[in-house]
């Protein structure tokens, strides 16, 4: 049975850096992109970051570039979303996904979101 666990969320002030996890387990992701959403209230989701597991190609959605980092430890199955500069509107419910290289997100698995509050 394939999970993602997510955790790290929290409430934090403007200004302040925060890590989320995500543990993957039940199957192999070597072919997999990983990936970290959010959704803010009242809002559609949105797309974060996503890096594939082998070849570490990352994307950034541009509201985060420059302030967001993605990583991934292979020994661990564990990627990463570092959270720096952090704003009142980045606060969501984050999400880590994996798809198959070229697949649709929607298609992948999902875990169950972790809450990131930030006050201003």
């Known amino acids: 049975q394939v999970q993602l666990v997510e955790s790290g969320g929290g409430l934090v002030q403007a200004g302040d850096s925060l890590r989320l996890s995500c543990a993957a387990s039940?199957?192999?992701?070597?072919?997999?992109?990983m990936g970290w959403f959010r959704q803010a209230l009242g809002k559609e989701r949105e797309f974060v970051a996503s890096?594939?597991?082998?070849?570490?190609?990352?994307y950034y959605a541009d509201s985060v570039k420059g302030r967001f980092i993605i990583s991934r430890d292979k020994a661990k199955n564990t990627f990463y979303l570092q959270m720096n500069s952090l704003k009142p509107e980045d606060t969501a419910v984050y999400y880590c996904?994996?798809?198959?290289?070229?697949?649709?997100?929607?298609?992948?698995?999902w875990g169950q979101g972790t809450q990131v509050t930030v006050s201003s």
């Open positions: 996904a994996a798809t198959l290289r070229g697949g649709k997100w929607y298609e992948g698995y």
């Open positions: 039940g199957r192999t992701f070597s072919s997999h992109m």
């Open positions: 890096i594939s597991w082998s070849d570490y190609y990352i």
